[in-house]
Structures are given as structure tokens and as C-alpha cells.
């Protein structure tokens, strides 16, 4: 891509008539307007909507903005600054993104540049700024004299000077240093200058973090391309085994009627092959080397015949409904349970929709998610699938960007954020697991919701969306009962497989009878036991990781928590140390009780960690894998323990909710949970929702080719009237009860949450905040839609403590877009006051 700057000759213009131009520019900062810069004339013709730009902000800065729209009106009360470079020959960011980012400002009360921050991949945001120097022509080690006689000449000012005189010093600047150091408000005019009369050159151009991944090929040359040409080949490498080897090799990797396909360097070189004979053999001109630019994405070629499963009946009669629906609603919720298939009728409707030349765009909440998924599916559609995901590095994520704005990627699987990519014409979005929380944003801003704004963005491009889940949230249930989407239901698991039976086991009595073994009730232990000895695999959640939830001192109960937030610190075994899961702190575990001075410190509870450990104890012969936060940092992490667990290398695999959806392994029989009771008795209204959704999930996963799963649940409260329920896999019956809840209570689909949560320091100052916030709300909304201020479970975070206010808008009873003005009105009046600078509200709409 070439850069234009702004520095350029002017004589270059095409224009002829020197119009002002302004674009307004969104800037990635958290203020909620645009800002106005004025066009150099010689990029008058280039700069248009869409397009990145480099422009100075505030005294010191430089930023990468994205052009809105172009205008010839000056902006009011300030004088614009000049864009600097011009990055795009062609809009990167389409019209449609810029709508939809501006919906997201506004729907989720943000400002557009934070959404721009989000939506573009790093890669695309500038890495440093350009860096400047003396030009060649221009004298270098010029004296002071010397430059007095070039005043003149050039028409240098003060500034100028200085400028020049600083470059001598320092060989190099950025434009930040340069302000900086002169101490200038618009140094950019001085570069400018300077750059028009060639004495400063910007010597690194802005660099781009996208590099294109290349590589070394290999090919045979069109002369030696026949069975003819091969024999003289080989005549000529007579005297060297190692280039008639190299010859071979390259043949049987790639024969001569595959010319001019390549292969790669290091392909053929593979292990042991010479290097230098290679040399010789290009030398000769037997073969050729050149650069390759590579997709990152290479797959096996797209073959049709790959797609071998056929649906069953069930399935077909699903998807032909869907597709029926969609003939009067652009949004169809499949309710399909555990292992019905759903990812085969995917497969279908996306096969389909390829075909009419539309994109598609399949969201998963997790990464976890993705890998398993993204292999069954790159089988069927190879090449065509871009995939696009947070542990993918930058480069990765720019080529998927620019494969879909050029039409090479028709396909998206991806996470939360690929609702940002360049789609031009989306003709479907499935939203797998629409359930799952992990697809809202929590923080930062924009606090968005992917499976809402998908909804948003569908009706933009006029596609049709699929919802998908074994255990749909009860908004999408509510509105698909209300025949707002269409509702198609698969009940039935695939082929033989039925659900898993449910097995309760109770704690208390297990703790009385002293059966436990650590952590392990004897009916499951023995059960473990059972499935391994028939070379079956186990699967255990347990939603906590680390080794021991606390550490706690038996003589006075101290426990430690940390300095920054008020939660207590987590005890991980293997590095011997506490660990903050909200703000990441960390210290040594301490050797005495801070309050009492005992030694008797111990562990409470446990965590993912421990129970790996106590197996590796119980069960010393079978191979045991972990997976949770801890140990899937890296990208590949995730990729490494499903595979071995897949490939039967692990028999026991223990983890958090990342084991609980969407993965399919066949030899999962048993099911073990774990300390179930802790996201049941959670204070919050969607508590009972998320108990269902993660105990039928994680079930979802054993006996998925068998007719035998099983799982066994360990609590302390087995007569819980939703027990009863998930035992008998009846989400209908929970919906009914919890629909009922939601509607006495208003709550969510009833009503639209709004959540603010006020910061500071201190205690009081966060409280009163609060309260006069409140205060100002009430009169307006209705005292007993603005519920609080009170603190939260966990009222200090990051050494800031907080007050919540939620916000209850009963639906269709207001007009959302006035109502949302009105509170950030209302925050804005709040930050007037200067008691409360330092004062931090964080609205959070439709919180989960
Ligand atoms: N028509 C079919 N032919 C062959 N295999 C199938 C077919 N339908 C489903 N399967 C297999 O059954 C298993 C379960 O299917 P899938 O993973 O799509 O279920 P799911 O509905 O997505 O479940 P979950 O909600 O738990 O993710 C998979 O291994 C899949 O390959
Ligand atoms: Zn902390």
C-alpha cells in the first residue's frame, strides 16, 4: 500500500482549484464528539470517507483517525489542525461500519472513537509515528554561521531553526519528540515548512504493524518441465548425489505435471537435504526461487467431496423450517439440545447462502470454542473460512480484515469481534450458543453485546440471522414465543445417543458418612474408576481455578485479600503464591497469620489445580489434563489439550466453563461437577438461568455417541426444586417458572437494564456521587425505576470503590434514545462539579 504525506510536493496535485477542505475524523479516544481537520490541498483528492488518516492531537500527540465524512465548512470556534499523512488510497472502514460503529456509540452510551478502538485490529492502528531528519541535500554539521547564511536564503523563522539545530543533535526525532523537546504548540507546521523546502525528510515512513507473511519457494524451470527436460536435468547432476536426491525429492513432492505450482524452500529441503547443493541446482537454472506472499490461512484446497454427512430427516425438517421462516422473519431462534447436531445444520444453511454469492458470519462466544469447530468446518469449506479471534496475532486479524473487504473471505467464524469486519454483503449470521454471557463486553467500552448487535447489523445488510442453543437465553425464548422470531426446536440427539442421566449426590451425607477422598464423593470416584477401567474418558468441572479458593488461619480465621480490591486472594500451589483474579495482584504466601501471628495457615476450599493434583494422587496411573485460564494463555494452549484429549492421551480432563460448551468428544461417559451450589445461590436475578444453562451444557457433553451418559452432580442442597428440573433436561418447564419471575419482578425480556457504576478513591466520595446521581435520575424515571445506589458484592476494585445504580426501563414504555440522553445528561451535570473530578461513571446498557 503506498502512504501519501502530506509533506509531498505540492506541484503533484491533480487538483487545479484549491478548495478548503475539512474531515471530520473519528479519533480512538473516549470523547464523545469528532473532530475536525483541515485537508492539504494535495490531498484534497484522496481524502474521502473511510480512509485512515495520521493527524496531531492535543499538544503533543499524533493519532491514527478514521475519516467520517469531507466538508467544505470550517469548523466553529477552534482552527483546525492538518491532517498529516494519508494512509488509504481506499476506504478501509465501509459506510456500512461507519453507521454501525455510530449505532454502537449511541446504543451502548460510549463515544464512536472507543468503538473505532475495538473494531479496528491493532495491526491497523499505527505503531509509531514517522520519524524525521535532516535531508541529504541539506549540509550536514552546518555551523552556526553557515545557517545565519541560509536564513536568508530559505526564509527560516526562529522555530525553524531550532528545529534544524535539534535535528543536527540528535540525528532523529519522532514528531512527539520534536514537540516536546522545542516545546511548540504546532510543530507540525515547522515539519511542514521544513519538508516543502527539502531540508527535513520524514525518513521512515509511518510504519505499518501489518507485514504480509512470505515465503521462500522452489520450482523447476519451464525448460526442464517435461518428461524429456527431466532426463537432461538429471544428466546434468551426475557427479552430485545430493542434487540428484534434491531432484527426486522435488519431483515426488511435486510432479512435473503440476507445473508451475511450487513448493516451498523449506518443504524440500525438509530435515536433511543440502542447501548448497540447491544453490548450485538455481545457479544451473534447473530450478527457480522466489518470494511467495502467503495467506496465513492455508488449508487444504476446497474439495467437494469433503462434506460427506448427510442430514437426518430431523435435521433436513429443521433447516427446510428455518428457511420457511425466513421467508416473513429475519431471525430464527434454533432450540436444538446437546449433540442434536446444530453444527451439521449449520453447515447446511451456510453452504446455501455461500452459493446465492452472500457472506456469512458464524459468531462462537470463546476460543475454546473455535478450534474444534473451526476443524470440522475448514473440511468443508477450506479456503473460503477467514477466522478471526483475540489469541490470533495481529497480522492475522488485518488479513482477515482486508480478505473479507476484497471478497477473498466469504466465511467468518469468529468471536465477539467480528461483528466489526468489512461485510458488504451479509446474507446470514448464525450466533452459536446465543445463550452465553462471555458475549458481552464487560470492559472496556463499548460495553456491547455481540449477539444483539448482530441482530442490528443483520437488519442493516438485510440478512437473516440463526440464533442457536441448547439452552436459549429467556430474552430470545420470550421473543421467539412471541412470534417475534421464528421458533424451530430439535429435541432429539443424533443417531443412538439420548441424554445423560443425571445422578445427585449429596454432600452433607457424603461428609458424615466420612466417604469423601478429598474432594470426591465416593459415588463418583467410583464411578471414575468404572469408566476408565473400560478405556472411556472423564470429563470434571469445576468452576474455579487456581489450587485453593483462600488460604484462611485456623486460629483466628484471618484470610488475606487483596490491597487493591476487596475480594480475597486466590492460592496457586505451584508458583506459592496469592493471586488477585480481579486486578492480577500477587505476593509470597505469607508464613503467619497477619493478624495473629500463628503459623497455622491453610487452604480453603478448591480450585481446578487441586483437583489435578489430588487425582494425580488417587488415581496415579491414569494421564490427567487441566484446562482454565491458567493453562491455555497461549493461542495454541487451548488447541494442545483438546487434541491430546481427543486423541485419547488424557483420561481425565479437568477444567472450568471452557470444558462445559460445544465440545464433542465421543468416549465422554461421565460427567463430574463440582461445587455446583456456589453459582446457584449467586445474588442475582439471571442466577437460576446461568445454574441451567452451565449444568445442562456441561452434561451436553457426556454420552454423545453412546446411549449411556452420565453425570453426577456433588451438592450441598439436592432437593433444590431446579435440580428437579435440570434432571429431567426440561427447559421448557424452567422457562415457564422463570418467565414468570422475570414478568413479577420486572426484569429482562421485561424491562431493559441500565447499569451505573460510580468510582473513586474513596469510599464517601464514591457514595455521595452516587446518591446526588441518583438523586437527579429519580424525579424523571420514576423513584422506583433507579434502584440503589448501593456498593456491589465486591465494592473496591483496582483501589477504586464502587456504587451501583440500575436503571429499570420497562419495554416499549419509553423512547429509549431520549431516555439514554437524558441520563448522560445528567453524568455530564455530575462531572461539572469539580468535588467529583475525580469521579468515574461506567454505564453499562442491557448489563448480563
Ligand atoms: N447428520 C449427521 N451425520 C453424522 N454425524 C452427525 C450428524 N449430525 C450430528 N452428527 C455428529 O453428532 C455429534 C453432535 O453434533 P454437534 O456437535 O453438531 O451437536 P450440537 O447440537 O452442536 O451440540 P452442542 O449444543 O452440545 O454443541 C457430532 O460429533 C456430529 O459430528
Ligand atoms: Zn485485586
Redesign the pocket.
Known amino acids: 500500500m503506498s502512504l501519501f504525506s502530506s509533506f509531498s510536493d505540492t506541484s503533484n496535485s491533480i487538483s487545479t482549484e484549491r478548495k478548503t477542505l475539512f474531515a471530520e475524523v473519528i479519533i480512538p479516544v473516549p470523547l464523545k464528539t469528532t473532530f475536525t481537520y483541515r485537508i492539504p490541498f494535495e490531498l484534497n483528492d484522496f481524502v474521502q470517507s473511510g480512509v485512515r488518516v495520521v493527524i496531531p492531537f492535543g499538544r503533543k500527540r499524533v493519532l491514527t483517525g478514521v475519516v467520517k465524512s469531507v466538508t467544505q465548512e470550517a469548523p466553529k470556534g477552534y482552527s483546525a489542525k492538518y491532517i498529516l499523512e494519508l494512509l488509504d488510497e481506499e476506504p478501509l472502514i465501509t459506510q456500512t461500519q461507519i453507521w454501525f460503529w455510530s449505532w454502537i456509540a449511541s446504543y451502548y452510551m460510549c463515544s464512536i472513537g472507543e468503538v473505532m478502538n475495538a473494531a479496528l485490529p491493532s495491526g491497523l492502528k499505527l505503531s509509531s509515528t514517522s520519524r524525521l531528519q535532516l535531508h541529504p541535500d541539506w549540509k550536514n554539521g552546518i555551523n552556526q554561521e553557515e545557517i545565519k547564511e541560509k536564513q536568508a536564503e530559505y526564509d527560516l523563522s526562529e522555530d525553524e531553526i531550532r528545529l534544524i539545530n535539534l535535528l543536527e543533535l540528535e540525528n532523529s526525532l519522532t514528531y512527539e519528540q520534536a514537540g516536546e523537546k522545542l516545546d511548540l504548540q504546532d510543530v507540525y507546521q515547522i515539519i511542514k515548512k521544513l519538508t516543502q523546502k527539502r531540508i527535513v525528510i520524514i525518513f521512515e515512513e509511518l510504519k505499518e504493524k501489518y507485514s504480509p507473511l512470505k515465503e521462500k519457494q522452489i520450482r523447476i524451470a519451464e525448460k526442464y518441465a517435461t518428461q524429456e527436460g527431466i532426463a537432461e536435468a538429471f544428466t546434468k547432476t551426475t557427479r552430485s548425489v545430493k542434487q540428484e536426491e534434491l531432484l527426486l525429492t522435488y519431483l515426488s513432492k511435486n510432479p512435473i505435471k503440476n507445473y508451475p505450482k511450487s513448493i516451498s524452500k523449506k518443504e524440500l529441503l525438509g530435515e536433511n537435504l543440502s542447501a548448497s547443493s540447491l544453490k548450485t541446482l538455481i545457479k544451473n537454472g534447473i530450478f527457480e526461487e522466489f518470494e511467495k506472499t502467503l495467506s496465513r490461512f492455508e488449508f487444504e484446497e476446497w474439495t467437494e467431496t469433503e462434506s460427506q454427512?448427510?442430514?437426518?430427516s430431523t435435521?433436513e425438517n429443521a433447516v427446510n423450517q428455518i428457511f420457511e421462516h425466513f421467508q416473513d422473519k429475519s431471525t430464527v431462534l434454533l432450540h436444538?439440545?446437546?449433540?442434536?447436531?446444530?453444527?451439521?445444520?449449520?453447515v447446511s444453511l451456510i453452504e446455501q447462502v455461500l452459493q446465492s454469492g452472500s457472506q456469512v458470519l458464524m459468531l462462537l462466544p470463546e476460543i475454546a470454542l473455535t478450534s474444534q469447530i473451526v476443524v470440522?468446518l475448514k473440511r468443508i469449506f477450506g479456503n473460503a473460512v477467514g477466522v478471526y479471534h483475540s489469541r490470533f496475532s495481529d497480522n492475522e486479524r488485518v488479513e482477515v480484515w482486508k480478505g473479507v473487504l476484497n471478497g477473498d473471505i466469504n466465511f467468518v467464524i469468529g468471536v465477539r469481534s467480528s461483528v466489526f469486519l468489512p461485510f458488504e454483503h451479509l446474507g446470514l449470521i448464525i450466533v452459536?450458543?446465543e445463550h452465553d454471557p462471555s458475549y458481552k463486553q464487560y470492559d472496556p467500552a463499548p460495553r456491547y453485546h455481540a449477539r444483539d448487535a448482530a441482530l442490528v447489523l443483520a437488519h442493516k445488510h438485510q440478512a437473516k440471522v440463526v440464533l442457536?442453543?441448547?439452552t436459549p437465553s429467556v430474552e430470545s425464548y420470550f421473543l421467539a414465543k412471541q412470534k417475534q422470531y421464528g421458533l424451530v426446536e430439535?429435541l432429539q440427539?443424533?443417531?443412538e445417543?439420548t441424554l445423560p442421566e443425571i445422578q445427585l449426590v449429596d454432600l452433607k451425607k457424603s461428609k458424615k458418612r466420612k466417604e469423601l477422598k478429598e474432594n470426591f464423593t465416593l459415588e463418583l470416584f467410583e464411578q471414575m474408576k468404572t469408566a476408565l477401567e473400560q478405556h472411556e474418558q472423564v470429563l470434571l468441572f469445576q468452576n474455579r481455578r487456581g489450587y485453593a479458593p483462600y488460604l484462611s488461619c485456623e486460629v483466628c480465621e484471618w484470610i488475606p485479600e487483596c490491597q487493591n480490591c476487596s475480594v480475597s486472594l486466590t492460592y496457586h500451589q505451584r508458583a506459592n503464591e496469592l493471586r488477585c483474579h480481579y486486578c492480577g495482584f500477587s505476593t509470597k504466601v505469607p508464613q503467619t497469620c497477619s493478624a495473629c501471628s500463628s503459623t497455622k495457615i491453610y487452604p480453603k476450599g478448591f480450585g481446578t489445580q487441586k483437583l489435578e493434583e489430588d487425582l494425580q494422587v488417587l488415581l496415579p496411573e491414569s494421564r490427567i489434563a487441566r484446562m482454565d485460564k491458567d493453562t491455555t494463555r497461549t493461542r495454541t494452549g487451548y488447541e494442545k489439550i483438546i487434541d491430546a484429549f481427543e486423541k485419547h492421551e488424557v483420561d481425565i480432563l479437568v477444567g472450568t466453563q471452557m470444558i462445559t460448551?460445544?465440545?464433542?468428544f465421543?468416549k465422554v461417559n461421565l460427567v463430574g461437577v463440582f461445587d455446583a451450589d456456589r453459582i446457584l445461590f449467586f445474588p442475582d436475578f439471571r442466577s437460576s438461568e446461568r445454574f441451567m444453562q452451565l449444568i445442562m451444557?456441561v452434561s451436553?457433553?457426556a454420552g454423545?455417541?453412546s446411549g449411556k451418559g452420565k453425570v453426577v452432580i456433588q451438592t450441598n442442597s439436592p432437593s433444590h426444586p431446579l435440580f428437579a428440573i435440570i434432571s429431567l433436561h426440561d427447559y421448557q418447564t424452567f422457562y415457564n417458572q422463570e418467565i414468570l419471575e422475570r414478568q413479577e419482578y420486572s426484569y429482562p425480556p421485561f424491562a431493559r437494564l441500565i447499569k451505573l457504576m460510580v468510582r473513586h478513591e474513596e469510599r464517601e466520595m464514591a457514595q455521595k456521587a452516587a446518591f446526588i446521581l441518583s438523586k437527579k435520575l429519580q424525579p424523571k424515571l420514576g423513584a422506583g425505576r433507579v434502584l440503589g445506589p448501593e456498593a456491589p458484592i465486591i465494592e473496591r476494585i483496582r483501589n477504586k470503590f464502587q456504587q451501583a445504580i440500575l436503571i429499570k426501563l420497562e419495554r416499549n414504555k419509553f423512547d429509549l434514545g431520549k431516555t439514554k440522553e437524558f441520563i448522560q445528561s445528567q453524568i455530564d451535570e455530575l462531572y461539572k462539579d469539580k468535588s467529583f473530578k475525580k469521579i468515574q461513571v461506567v454505564v453499562d446498557v442491557d448489563f448480563v
Open positions: 454427512i448427510s442430514l437426518t435435521q436444538g439440545i446437546t449433540g442434536s447436531g446444530k453444527t451439521e445444520m449449520y470440522r452459536d450458543e442457536g442453543s441448547a430439535v440427539r443424533f443417531g445417543a460448551k460445544g465440545l464433542d465421543e451444557q451436553g457433553r454423545r455417541r
